[in-house]
């Protein structure tokens, strides 16, 4: 990838760029050339057709680590008519690489929670690349009990690789927390919807991932590894990622199939990054729309509901003859 | 079938020795067997004696790993007894991962077992108590579909039961073969321990080696009590992990129970040599109906601690000086076979439910096993995920 542009978008960039350079003439020389526009344009969208309807779900995996792609709060600023980040997780001390707090969803408090990725370098590595460590999971933990003590429906947004593997991360109990986290969050009396909107990257997803809804926007991946330490276990070849990522059937379509998700948010063609307000937009849209039928379940019923969308996960079968 | 039946039959074929990777224990596997080597000393131990002193080097007190059913016999009083829940659930394979069934039919004659977890009901120290016993040696011990949904159903059985759960995790993590669904299971069975917790049910949760990843991150995090081994490798991360990530070496003590348990997420360390009269104490502390005896007063403590188990699966010589025998746990005895039968019932019930959760497009319910082809076999750490 270069300048933000994958190696398979080269053809369709360069395209697009020529276009433009048209429209720019069009307008600056008054020059016509609405005809060899119309002809380019129908040979974009072809080109566009093509390229995505083979789309790899390795593909997909980078294409959610575009360094322009929506983060958290990005999405935050672009669902909500307003936000209160709270802070901290009462123990140690604030992990910027998880943020969290109450938001408005049309009028409505609600507690958002979600890891938080840098959108330059800088920013990276303040928030730790969007890994959490142990008070990460905590400060969601507190605010997501908090919500529950208030009655706020709880939000997730999910774009993390894992929980961070450190030292000090072992140090503090990051299989504890996550443990923990599982188990509490299966039991809020809240309606909780949990949407990953990039990475889904195994416990540190799942830890705060325990939903009434999973919803999953087209490109994200969701699954109990990366493709490249799946590989690199494996095969002990990290260049067979790709290979990987085809096995795994970590794309927003497999986990449909598979039950583990419940709705499927499309994406522009390309990536939500060239269209970060549609891809809000729909995502608010789905949000509204599933929280309507939640807030019709009472607080016991969303916690047995929440329980049993989990418990009938899992393929076993009966050996015969027994 | 008759290829598992077989496969059943068999008792001795249990793997004895610690290995880094199931390579490496399949060549240590080799059946003489007669000497092993101590990975920690060195020192070179009979057989017999190893398995006289429960799987520890009688040098340098290094703890060997042991399969799921050595763990079984060293801590119910009567491994005949033992009436084993969902012992035909076997794994399918859901996202048609490469190599996966010809993996599973591999180490599944290899091992005896069907799966990397035994579950069922037995007596330790004369009281009544469902286990979970992971097994390392079945694909590292990894947590797929079955494995999930059998420790699942333990924590439910034994709720429905109304009596305590120990667990035995012994793990790398979650089956990478079983992807998404194999996370899932970290949820199903956080949510069976929180269910079981509500009912006022004790859970122990003991830690082997390895514990580590989804396991530690789910179900073997959340006991009552936790109880480790001494020197077992518990963490979340790969230590590979770790070093890539941080670009420098972790310290080798890092994940050792002995740190684990510093930093506080353990509430003891246990060798093997204790850990039957250890759980059977704290199971009786929390079971009994009457007053409880302390162990302290009984007159024929201290030199018969090692015997109490050593070479002694039975474990006649700990009720002796346990106080189960003059408490009113006659009263749970007698409860036992009805409850054992119950269990066995609600098995079949909940064989039914498998089979009405078929209708489901993820949850497969097949007739029949997959085929017996012997694949090739990758190393342990193949089968989990590190982080
Ligand atoms: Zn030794």
Same mark, same amino acid.
């Given at each position: 990838?270069?300048?933000?542009v994958?190696?398979?978008?080269?053809?369709?960039?360069?395209?697009?760029?020529?276009?433009?350079?048209?429209?720019?003439?069009?307008?600056?020389?008054g020059?016509?050339?609405?005809?060899?526009?119309?002809?380019l344009?129908?040979?974009?969208?072809?080109?566009?057709?093509?390229?995505?309807?083979?789309?790899?779900?390795?593909?997909?995996?980078?294409?959610?680590?575009?360094?322009?792609?929506?983060?958290?709060?990005?999405?935050?600023?672009?669902?909500?008519?307003?936000?209160?980040?709270?802070?901290?997780?009462?123990?140690?001390?604030?992990?910027?690489?998880?943020?969290?707090?109450?938001?408005?969803?049309?009028?409505?408090?609600?507690?958002?929670?979600?890891?938080?990725?840098?959108?330059?370098?800088?920013?990276?590595?303040?928030?730790?690349f969007?890994?959490?460590?142990?008070?990460?999971?905590?400060?969601?933990?507190?605010?997501?009990?908090?919500?529950?003590?208030?009655?706020?429906?709880?939000?997730?947004?999910?774009?993390?690789?894992?929980?961070?593997?450190g030292?000090?991360?072992?140090?503090?109990?990051?299989?504890?927390?996550?443990?923990?986290?599982?188990?509490?969050?299966?039991?809020?009396?809240?309606?909780?919807?949990?949407?990953i909107?990039g990475?889904?990257?195994?416990?540190?997803?799942?830890?705060?991932?325990?939903?009434?809804?999973?919803?999953?926007?087209?490109?994200?991946?969701?699954?109990?590894?990366?493709?490249?330490?799946?590989?690199?276990?494996?095969?002990?070849?990290v260049?067979?990622?790709?290979?990987?990522?085809?096995?795994?059937?970590l794309?927003?379509?497999?986990?449909?199939?598979?039950?583990?998700?419940?709705?499927?948010?499309?994406?522009?063609?390309?990536?939500?990054h060239?269209?970060?307000?549609?891809?809000?937009?729909?995502?608010?849209?789905?949000?509204?729309?599933?929280?309507?039928?939640?807030?019709?379940?009472?607080?016991?019923e969303?916690?047995?509901?929440?329980?049993?969308?989990?418990?009938?996960?899992?393929?076993?079968?009966?050996?015969?003859?027994? | 079938?008759?290829?598992?039946?077989?496969?059943?039959?068999?008792?001795?074929?249990?793997?004895?020795?610690?290995?880094?990777?199931?390579?490496?224990?399949?060549?240590?596997?080799?059946?003489?067997?007669l000497?092993?080597?101590?990975?920690?000393?060195?020192?070179?131990?009979?057989?017999?004696d190893?398995?006289?002193?429960?799987?520890?080097?009688?040098?340098?007190?290094?703890?060997?790993?042991?399969?799921?059913?050595?763990?079984?016999?060293?801590?119910?009083?009567?491994?005949?007894?033992?009436?084993?829940?969902?012992?035909?659930?076997?794994?399918?394979?859901?996202?048609?991962?490469?190599?996966?069934?010809?993996?599973?039919?591999?180490?599944?004659?290899?091992?005896?077992?069907?799966?990397?977890v035994?579950?069922?009901?037995?007596?330790?120290?004369?009281?009544?108590?469902?286990?979970?016993?992971?097994?390392?040696?079945?694909m590292?011990?990894?947590?797929?579909?079955?494995?999930?949904?059998?420790?699942t159903?333990?924590?439910?059985?034994?709720?429905?039961?109304?009596?305590?759960?120990?667990?035995?995790?012994?793990?790398?993590?979650?089956?990478?073969?079983?992807?998404?669904?194999?996370?899932?299971?970290?949820?199903?069975t956080? $949510? %069976?321990?929180?269910?079981?917790?509500?009912? &006022?049910? =004790?859970?122990?949760? *003991?830690? #082997?080696?390895?514990?580590?990843?989804?396991?530690?991150?789910?179900?073997?995090?959340?006991?009552d009590?936790?109880?480790?081994?001494?020197?077992?490798?518990?963490?979340?991360?790969?230590?590979?992990?770790?070093?890539?990530?941080?670009?420098?070496?972790?310290?080798?003590?890092?994940?050792?129970?002995?740190?684990?348990?510093?930093?506080?997420?353990i509430?003891?360390?246990?060798?093997?040599?204790?850990?039957?009269?250890?759980?059977?104490?704290?199971?009786?502390?929390?079971?009994?109906?009457?007053?409880?005896k302390?162990?302290?007063?009984?007159p024929?403590?201290?030199?018969?601690?090692?015997?109490?188990?050593?070479?002694?699966?039975?474990?006649?010589?700990?009720?002796?000086?346990?106080?189960?025998?003059?408490?009113?746990?006659?009263?749970?005895?007698?409860?036992?076979s009805? $409850? %054992?039968?119950?269990?066995?019932?609600?098995? &079949?019930? =909940?064989?039914?439910? *498998?089979? #009405?959760?078929?209708?489901?497009?993820?949850?497969?319910?097949?007739?029949?096993?997959?085929?017996?082809?012997?694949?090739?076999?990758?190393?342990?750490?193949?089968?989990?995920?590190?982080?």
């Amino acid at each position: 990838m270069a300048n933000g542009v994958f190696d398979w978008e080269v053809p369709l960039v360069e395209l697009e760029k020529r276009i433009e350079e048209l429209r720019r003439f069009t307008r600056d020389e008054g020059i016509d050339f609405a005809e060899e526009i119309a002809t380019l344009e129908r040979k974009a969208e072809k080109l566009r057709q093509e390229i995505y309807a083979s789309i790899t779900p390795w593909q997909r995996v980078q294409m959610v680590r575009h360094s322009r792609r929506p983060t958290t709060l990005d999405y935050i600023g672009m669902l909500f008519d307003d936000f209160v980040e709270l802070h901290g997780d009462r123990t140690i001390r604030d992990d910027p690489a998880m943020v969290g707090g109450i938001a408005l969803l049309d009028g409505r408090p609600v507690t958002v929670i979600g890891p938080q990725k840098g959108r330059d370098t800088k920013e990276n590595i303040r928030r730790n690349f969007g890994l959490p460590h142990p008070e990460g999971y905590r400060k969601a933990i507190r605010l997501m009990e908090q919500a529950e003590k208030f009655g706020r429906p709880i939000i997730t947004l999910i774009d993390v690789v894992g929980a961070y593997p450190g030292i000090e991360a072992e140090e503090r109990g990051q299989g504890v927390v996550i443990a923990e986290s599982i188990r509490r969050m299966s039991f809020l009396k809240v309606p909780i919807i949990c949407v990953i909107t990039g990475e889904g990257g195994s416990g540190g997803a799942l830890a705060i991932g325990v939903g009434n809804r999973v919803l999953m926007l087209e490109n994200a991946w969701y699954s109990v590894i990366s493709p490249e330490m799946c590989a690199q276990i494996l095969w002990r070849d990290v260049k067979r990622a790709p290979e990987a990522a085809q096995s795994l059937r970590l794309t927003a379509k497999d986990l449909l199939e598979l039950g583990v998700i419940d709705e499927v948010i499309p994406e522009p063609m390309g990536g939500a990054h060239r269209d970060p307000q549609a891809v809000a937009a729909s995502m608010k849209e789905a949000i509204l729309r599933h929280l309507a039928q939640l807030d019709q379940e009472s607080p016991d019923e969303l916690v047995e509901k929440r329980i049993a969308r989990y418990r009938r996960l899992g393929a076993v079968a009966l050996a015969s003859g027994e | 079938m008759a290829k598992f039946r077989e496969i059943f039959r068999g008792k001795s074929k249990y793997v004895t020795v610690r290995a880094d990777s199931e390579e490496a224990s399949a060549k240590k596997e080799v059946p003489d067997g007669l000497w092993t080597k101590c990975d920690q000393c060195g020192a070179m131990l009979y057989q017999k004696d190893l398995e006289r002193n429960l799987y520890v080097c009688d040098k340098c007190g290094y703890h060997f790993r042991i399969g799921a059913r050595v763990r079984i016999a060293q801590l119910v009083d009567d491994a005949d007894a033992f009436v084993e829940f969902d012992k035909d659930l076997i794994s399918t394979n859901p996202l048609d991962f490469p190599d996966y069934p010809q993996k599973l039919n591999a180490t599944s004659e290899k091992t005896g077992l069907r799966d990397a977890v035994i579950t069922g009901i037995g007596r330790i120290h004369g009281i009544e108590t469902v286990l979970a016993v992971m097994d390392f040696y079945f694909m590292g011990g990894s947590m797929g579909s079955v494995v999930g949904e059998r420790v699942t159903r333990a924590f439910e059985r034994a709720g429905e039961l109304g009596l305590p759960i120990v667990t035995v995790a012994a793990s790398g993590g979650a089956r990478m073969q079983e992807g998404i669904l194999s996370l899932m299971q970290m949820e199903k069975t956080c $949510a %069976a321990v929180e269910k079981f917790s509500r009912k &006022g049910l =004790l859970f122990i949760s *003991v830690l #082997a080696d390895p514990t580590t990843a989804g396991v530690f991150g789910s179900f073997a995090s959340l006991g009552d009590i936790n109880i480790a081994e001494p020197g077992a490798t518990i963490g979340f991360a790969g230590q590979r992990v770790i070093e890539e990530t941080i670009r420098k070496p972790v310290p080798p003590s890092l994940q050792k129970a002995e740190t684990v348990f510093n930093n506080g997420f353990i509430d003891m360390i246990v060798p093997r040599s204790e850990l039957k009269r250890e759980i059977g104490r704290l199971l009786l502390w929390h079971t009994a109906k009457g007053p409880i005896k302390s162990e302290k007063e009984a007159p024929s403590k201290g030199g018969e601690r090692e015997n109490d188990q050593g070479g002694n699966p039975q474990g006649e010589a700990g009720a002796q000086a346990n106080p189960e025998a003059s408490n009113p746990q006659g009263q749970a005895g007698s409860r036992e076979s009805g $409850a %054992a039968q119950k269990a066995a019932a609600s098995g &079949g019930d =909940l064989r039914m439910g *498998v089979m #009405a959760g078929s209708m489901e497009s993820h949850l497969t319910v097949s007739g029949s096993a997959n085929g017996t082809t012997n694949g090739p076999l990758k190393g342990g750490r193949a089968d989990h995920t590190p982080a």
